[in-house]
């Protein structure tokens, strides 16, 4: 587990904050579970490389998880790794592959026509790691299966949101151009980095659209499921609070420091959650009016 603790712990995520509350087995598979995605993104984002080359990389990283699902022997460590959680929780290869056509989205599209277009992006690169997830959190309802597509994709358009930024400086603008025409705002002004009253609507409608998905979370969440689901609780808790923060910032995410939360922040919400976690009684805290 070396390979992927190091990646993990140098991630310093918030998915990787949320493991905490995991038992060491769990833990451990999350961790490598982690590192795979940690490792493929980073493969697709690196645009210092040749697109076709890192297409290339990415192909190679399916064929070597393809062997670790399959029970052969895979090359890479990450995928050594994670091959025993692999067995142990059926975690299947349709999955991974969705993941990994969702990274090679950003070999080749900088813009989203709609909603639509968006959503399957989501669904992809954060729907599927909570749908593998779950597999490993354990469960005994299949509407957690619902319960980790909503979360997914609410936590995906919030980090859009957050960030609007770093996004447009590498020339991509995951906000829907359906959505910057109806609130006229042109996609040079987003490069550009202008801040405007017409952006804020736009951005308003977006995080919107994110609480629909963190409300529908909230609501599809079993009750039996609600310890084994505890660490996606503090993972849509955190997210939430970052969302309610752009909010109040009035969604200038322009600036040259992206919202976080602080580490008294997260510390607050892990203690909530254990708390929630020893009671058994409370709903999410997230997708509140």
């Keep these: 587990m070396q390979a992927s603790r190091t990646i993990t712990r140098k991630s310093a995520s918030n998915l990787a904050l949320a493991f905490i509350l995991l038992p060491r087995p769990k833990r451990d598979g999350m961790s490598a579970l982690y590192a795979f995605c940690r490792e ?6 690196e645009e210092s490389i040749p697109v076709e080359t890192r297409r290339e990389r990415l192909a190679a990283w399916r064929a070597d998880v393809r062997l670790a699902c399959d029970g ?5 460590p990450v995928n050594q790794e994670l091959q025993p959680f692999i ?3 059926h975690l299947r290869f349709e999955l991974f592959d969705e993941l990994l056509k969702g990274v090679e989205m950003d070999l080749d599209i900088k813009r989203y026509a709609d909603y639509a277009e968006l959503e399957l992006y989501c669904y992809r690169v954060a729907s599927v790691v909570g749908l593998l997830s779950i597999e490993v959190f354990g469960y005994r309802n299949p509407a957690c299966r619902d319960y980790a597509v909503y979360l997914g994709k609410a936590l995906q358009l919030t980090n859009i949101l957050r960030d609007v930024r770093s996004d447009a400086e590498r020339g991509r603008i995951y906000l829907p151009l359906s959505e910057l025409a109806r609130h006229q705002v042109l996609p040079e002004e987003i490069l550009r980095l202008q801040y405007t ?7 308003a409608g977006v995080a919107q659209r ?3 998905f963190y409300q529908h979370a909230r609501l599809t969440l079993p009750a039996e499921d609600r310890r084994s689901m505890a660490t996606a ?4 808790s955190v997210y939430w609070r970052l969302l309610r923060k752009l909010e109040r910032r ?3 995410v322009f600036g040259p420091k992206p919202a976080r939360l602080n580490k ?3 510390l607050l919400l892990i203690l909530r959650t254990g708390l929630w976690l020893a009671s058994g009684t409370m709903a999410p805290a997230y997708g509140t009016p």
Excluded: E, I, T
């Design 210 to 212: 994110a609480r629909h």
């Design 233 to 236: 609780v503090l993972m849509g």
């Design 264 to 266: 008294g922040q997260k």
């Design 72 to 76: 052969a022997r895979p090359q890479f």
């Design 250 to 252: 009035q969604f200038d």
């Design 40 to 45: 493929v993104d980073d493969v697709a984002d």
């Design 197 to 203: 009253p017409r952006f804020r609507a736009l951005a």
């Design 87 to 89: 067995q142990r929780h």
